[in-house]
């Protein structure tokens, strides 16, 4: 009141702008949408997300598949595979997450005291995924560099996940990264265990 100015630059800004420097991965674009904004997609775009990835894995299924017959009446049968690649996939945001609460929980306990510190770093870290609605256009403008982009795609979230962390919890670059390093750690270990249980992950 003093001032007469607002302390969060981004209210007096078009969602446009807002949505621009989020994806430039600033922290103040983030700062505001996670603590001014009233966003309650949270539950939908997680599951929107792994829907997207459990039809790009279950797209490669079928593309490693050799029976093409249009008559196979087992190719509805198929379509369990892709509910299976959803549960693979949740299981793996899930371990994903852990990783990272056990990692902070375990570097920082005072930061996560109280069950409200604890959803405001949920919701953070499934907002900040939304990177992976990429892949349905990398999946439909297939092209011989889709790889690399399903790659850059996969870099493109651990970056924002990093940005939420940072302005969630108010910490340096450091800390956050060792979390999502922690995090990949049990992520790669539930896809081995998968692995070794026979399943394609």
């Known amino acids: 009141k003093s001032c007469q100015k607002p302390v969060d630059k981004y209210i007096e800004y078009d969602p446009v702008i807002i949505l621009i420097n989020a994806i430039l991965c600033k922290a103040q674009a983030y700062r505001h949408i996670l603590f001014n904004t009233k966003i309650n997609i949270h539950g ?3 599951i929107f997300c792994l829907l997207c990835e459990a039809y790009l894995r279950w797209l490669q299924l079928q593309d490693s598949s050799q029976n093409i017959d249009p008559d196979d009446l087992i190719r509805y049968a198929k379509e369990w595979d892709f509910y299976r690649m959803f549960g693979i996939a949740s299981l793996e945001q ?80 450091m800390l956050p990264w060792l979390a999502i390093i922690f995090g990949l750690i049990l992520e790669n270990g539930v896809v081995c265990l998968f692995q070794k249980m026979g399943w394609d992950v």
């Open 44 to 46: 939908k775009l997680c």
């Open 94 to 173: 899930t371990s994903f997450l852990v990783g990272i609460f056990i990692t902070l929980w375990w570097m920082r306990p005072e930061m996560l005291k109280t069950k409200s510190d604890f959803i405001l770093l949920f919701k953070a870290l499934l907002l900040s995924s939304y990177g992976k609605l990429l892949l349905i256009p990398a999946v439909i403008w297939e092209h011989d560099y889709t790889p690399l982009c399903l790659a850059f795609i996969k870099v493109f979230v651990l970056i924002s996940n990093s940005q939420a962390i940072r302005v969630t919890l108010n910490l340096n670059r």
